[in-house]
Protein backbone atom coordinates (compact mmCIF):
# COMPACT_ATOMS: atom_id res chain seq x y z
CA UNK A 1 0.00 0.00 0.00
CA UNK A 2 2.23 2.58 -1.33
CA UNK A 3 -0.12 5.40 -2.23
CA UNK A 4 -2.83 7.44 -0.67
CA UNK A 5 -5.51 6.04 -2.83
CA UNK A 6 -4.37 2.12 -1.75
CA UNK A 7 -5.27 3.33 1.77
CA UNK A 8 -8.63 4.99 1.28
CA UNK A 9 -9.18 1.36 -0.61
CA UNK A 10 -8.48 -0.26 2.51
CA UNK A 11 -10.46 1.68 4.75
CA UNK A 12 -13.74 1.80 2.26
CA UNK A 13 -13.24 -2.28 2.06
CA UNK A 14 -13.17 -2.40 5.68
CA UNK A 15 -15.75 -0.35 6.38
CA UNK A 16 -18.06 -1.99 4.02
CA UNK A 17 -17.99 -5.32 5.78
CA UNK A 18 -20.82 -4.75 7.86
CA UNK A 19 -24.41 -2.80 7.41
CA UNK A 20 -26.06 0.20 6.11
CA UNK A 21 -23.36 1.61 4.52
CA UNK A 22 -22.19 -1.91 5.09
CA UNK A 23 -22.50 -5.34 3.11
CA UNK A 24 -24.56 -7.11 6.33
CA UNK A 25 -28.02 -8.26 5.20
CA UNK A 26 -30.63 -10.44 7.38
CA UNK A 27 -33.17 -7.88 5.81
CA UNK A 28 -36.00 -9.20 4.79
CA UNK A 29 -39.32 -7.19 2.10
CA UNK A 30 -41.65 -6.98 5.12
CA UNK A 31 -41.83 -3.77 7.32
CA UNK A 32 -42.05 -4.27 11.47
CA UNK A 33 -45.34 -2.54 11.40
CA UNK A 34 -46.45 0.88 12.82
CA UNK A 35 -44.99 1.22 16.57
CA UNK A 36 -43.55 -2.27 16.30
CA UNK A 37 -39.39 -2.59 17.18
CA UNK A 38 -36.80 -4.80 16.47
CA UNK A 39 -33.22 -4.88 18.02
CA UNK A 40 -30.53 -7.16 15.96
CA UNK A 41 -26.88 -8.33 16.60
CA UNK A 42 -24.45 -10.15 14.02
CA UNK A 43 -20.82 -10.85 13.19
CA UNK A 44 -19.68 -10.26 9.77
CA UNK A 45 -16.70 -10.78 8.00
CA UNK A 46 -15.54 -10.45 4.33
CA UNK A 47 -12.62 -11.44 1.99
CA UNK A 48 -11.70 -7.98 0.36
CA UNK A 49 -10.40 -7.73 -2.79
CA UNK A 50 -7.08 -7.70 -3.97
CA UNK A 51 -6.82 -3.87 -4.31
CA UNK A 52 -2.53 -4.02 -4.68
CA UNK A 53 -2.63 -4.29 -8.06
CA UNK A 54 0.80 -3.39 -8.62
CA UNK A 55 1.77 -6.33 -6.79
CA UNK A 56 2.32 -9.67 -8.62
CA UNK A 57 1.38 -11.52 -5.12
CA UNK A 58 -2.60 -11.30 -4.39
CA UNK A 59 -3.04 -9.24 -1.48
CA UNK A 60 -6.14 -9.88 0.48
CA UNK A 61 -7.67 -8.85 3.92
CA UNK A 62 -10.39 -10.68 6.48
CA UNK A 63 -12.28 -8.22 8.14
CA UNK A 64 -14.38 -8.99 10.50
CA UNK A 65 -17.14 -7.01 12.42
CA UNK A 66 -19.68 -6.94 15.44
CA UNK A 67 -22.95 -5.22 14.32
CA UNK A 68 -25.57 -3.69 16.77
CA UNK A 69 -29.12 -2.28 14.41
CA UNK A 70 -32.47 -0.93 15.79
CA UNK A 71 -35.40 -0.53 13.67
CA UNK A 72 -39.21 1.07 14.57
CA UNK A 73 -42.52 1.26 12.19
CA UNK A 74 -43.42 4.62 12.19
CA UNK A 75 -46.46 3.58 9.91
CA UNK A 76 -47.32 0.09 8.13
CA UNK A 77 -45.10 0.21 5.81
CA UNK A 78 -42.61 2.44 6.62
CA UNK A 79 -39.49 1.97 9.09
CA UNK A 80 -36.72 4.01 10.31
CA UNK A 81 -33.40 1.51 11.22
CA UNK A 82 -30.19 2.47 12.85
CA UNK A 83 -26.83 0.75 12.66
CA UNK A 84 -23.49 0.88 13.81
CA UNK A 85 -20.62 -1.68 13.87
CA UNK A 86 -17.41 -2.13 15.74
CA UNK A 87 -15.35 -0.19 13.07
CA UNK A 88 -17.06 2.52 13.97
CA UNK A 89 -19.48 2.83 10.60
CA UNK A 90 -23.02 4.44 11.78
CA UNK A 91 -25.98 4.85 9.17
CA UNK A 92 -29.73 5.08 9.01
CA UNK A 93 -32.04 3.38 6.97
CA UNK A 94 -35.29 3.67 5.31
CA UNK A 95 -37.72 1.03 4.01
CA UNK A 96 -41.45 1.55 2.27
CA UNK A 97 -43.36 -2.05 1.77
CA UNK A 98 -44.91 -1.96 -1.49
CA UNK A 99 -45.70 -5.18 -2.25
CA UNK A 100 -48.02 -7.75 0.80
CA UNK A 101 -47.86 -6.77 4.40
CA UNK A 102 -46.52 -8.80 7.65
CA UNK A 103 -48.52 -11.85 6.82
CA UNK A 104 -47.93 -11.96 3.26
CA UNK A 105 -45.90 -15.00 1.85
CA UNK A 106 -43.80 -12.18 -0.23
CA UNK A 107 -42.89 -9.45 0.19
CA UNK A 108 -40.79 -6.53 -1.86
CA UNK A 109 -39.86 -3.19 0.00
CA UNK A 110 -37.82 -0.36 -1.65
CA UNK A 111 -35.08 1.16 0.43
CA UNK A 112 -32.59 3.76 0.75
CA UNK A 113 -29.74 4.79 3.86
CA UNK A 114 -27.00 6.81 4.36
CA UNK A 115 -23.77 5.83 6.02
CA UNK A 116 -20.18 7.61 7.32
CA UNK A 117 -17.03 6.42 8.79
CA UNK A 118 -14.93 9.15 10.31
CA UNK A 119 -11.75 7.78 10.95
CA UNK A 120 -8.54 9.20 12.33
CA UNK A 121 -9.70 12.58 13.61
CA UNK A 122 -9.15 15.64 11.93
CA UNK A 123 -7.88 13.79 9.00
CA UNK A 124 -10.90 12.77 6.90
CA UNK A 125 -14.30 10.85 6.67
CA UNK A 126 -15.92 8.10 4.17
CA UNK A 127 -19.22 9.01 2.56
CA UNK A 128 -21.94 6.09 1.03
CA UNK A 129 -25.46 6.20 0.43
CA UNK A 130 -26.97 2.29 -0.57
CA UNK A 131 -30.38 1.51 -2.55
CA UNK A 132 -31.83 -2.22 -1.66
CA UNK A 133 -34.76 -3.90 -3.11
CA UNK A 134 -35.70 -6.08 -0.62
CA UNK A 135 -37.66 -9.71 -1.25
CA UNK A 136 -38.33 -12.52 0.54
CA UNK A 137 -40.56 -15.56 0.83
CA UNK A 138 -42.15 -16.91 4.11
CA UNK A 139 -43.76 -20.06 3.60
CA UNK A 140 -44.29 -20.38 6.88
CA UNK A 141 -44.14 -17.52 9.84
CA UNK A 142 -40.79 -19.13 11.18
CA UNK A 143 -39.12 -19.58 7.79
CA UNK A 144 -37.99 -16.50 6.08
CA UNK A 145 -35.86 -16.72 2.39
CA UNK A 146 -34.59 -13.76 1.27
CA UNK A 147 -32.50 -11.96 -1.28
CA UNK A 148 -31.91 -7.97 -1.63
CA UNK A 149 -29.93 -6.78 -5.10
CA UNK A 150 -28.47 -3.82 -3.60
CA UNK A 151 -26.09 -0.43 -5.08
CA UNK A 152 -23.52 1.21 -3.28
CA UNK A 153 -21.84 4.32 -3.35
CA UNK A 154 -18.94 5.60 -1.36
CA UNK A 155 -16.96 8.97 -1.65
CA UNK A 156 -13.97 10.08 0.83
CA UNK A 157 -11.56 12.41 1.94
CA UNK A 158 -8.48 11.83 3.86
CA UNK A 159 -5.06 14.18 4.26
CA UNK A 160 -6.34 16.91 1.74
CA UNK A 161 -7.39 14.40 -0.62
CA UNK A 162 -10.62 13.08 -2.06
CA UNK A 163 -11.21 9.57 -3.61
CA UNK A 164 -13.61 9.10 -6.94
CA UNK A 165 -16.61 7.23 -6.53
CA UNK A 166 -16.60 3.98 -5.42
CA UNK A 167 -19.32 1.20 -6.82
CA UNK A 168 -20.52 -1.82 -4.82
CA UNK A 169 -23.00 -3.67 -7.04
CA UNK A 170 -24.42 -7.07 -5.97
CA UNK A 171 -26.96 -8.84 -3.62
CA UNK A 172 -27.46 -10.48 0.01
CA UNK A 173 -29.28 -13.60 0.02
CA UNK A 174 -30.09 -15.87 3.36
CA UNK A 175 -32.25 -17.32 5.58
CA UNK A 176 -34.11 -16.82 8.63
CA UNK A 177 -35.53 -18.87 11.47
CA UNK A 178 -37.74 -18.10 14.24
CA UNK A 179 -40.87 -15.28 14.67
CA UNK A 180 -39.98 -13.66 18.09
CA UNK A 181 -36.42 -14.65 18.28
CA UNK A 182 -34.93 -14.88 14.69
CA UNK A 183 -31.42 -16.60 13.88
CA UNK A 184 -30.57 -15.96 10.29
CA UNK A 185 -27.72 -16.89 7.98
CA UNK A 186 -26.19 -14.49 5.50
CA UNK A 187 -24.18 -14.52 2.47
CA UNK A 188 -23.51 -11.17 0.51
CA UNK A 189 -21.67 -11.43 -2.98
CA UNK A 190 -20.99 -8.34 -4.79
CA UNK A 191 -18.40 -6.38 -7.66
CA UNK A 192 -16.59 -3.36 -6.62
CA UNK A 193 -15.70 -1.35 -8.99
CA UNK A 194 -12.78 1.61 -9.10
CA UNK A 195 -10.94 3.41 -12.17
CA UNK A 196 -12.32 1.39 -14.82
CA UNK A 197 -10.90 -1.95 -12.52
CA UNK A 198 -13.48 -4.70 -10.89
CA UNK A 199 -12.79 -7.36 -8.23
CA UNK A 200 -15.37 -9.73 -6.42
CA UNK A 201 -15.98 -9.14 -2.78
CA UNK A 202 -17.90 -11.48 -0.53
CA UNK A 203 -19.30 -11.24 3.02
CA UNK A 204 -20.61 -13.86 5.06
CA UNK A 205 -22.46 -13.12 8.59
CA UNK A 206 -24.94 -14.79 11.42
CA UNK A 207 -26.73 -13.02 13.17
CA UNK A 208 -30.00 -12.99 15.70
CA UNK A 209 -32.91 -10.73 15.62
CA UNK A 210 -35.58 -9.38 18.21
CA UNK A 211 -38.84 -8.74 17.40
CA UNK A 212 -41.04 -6.56 19.70
CA UNK A 213 -45.00 -6.42 18.90
CA UNK A 214 -47.27 -3.43 20.52
CA UNK A 215 -49.98 -5.66 22.21
Known amino acids: MKSFKTLLLFFSISTLSISCASLS ?24 PDFDTDEEDELYFLVPSVEFSGTYGITEKFDLSFKAN ?3 NVGLDAKVQV ?29 NFQIPL ?31 L ?14 KVQFGLD ?7 YNGGSNPLVQFGVGVKFNFFKK
Open 166 to 179: LNYTGANMGVLFGK
Open 86 to 88: TLF
Open 187 to 193: LGIYDFS
Open 25 to 48: GLQTGRTVGKGNGQLGLSLNTNKT
Open 134 to 164: YTSFHPSENFTFYVTPRYIGQVGTSFGESSD
Open 99 to 127: VGDQTSQFALSLGGGVGIFGFIAGTGALY
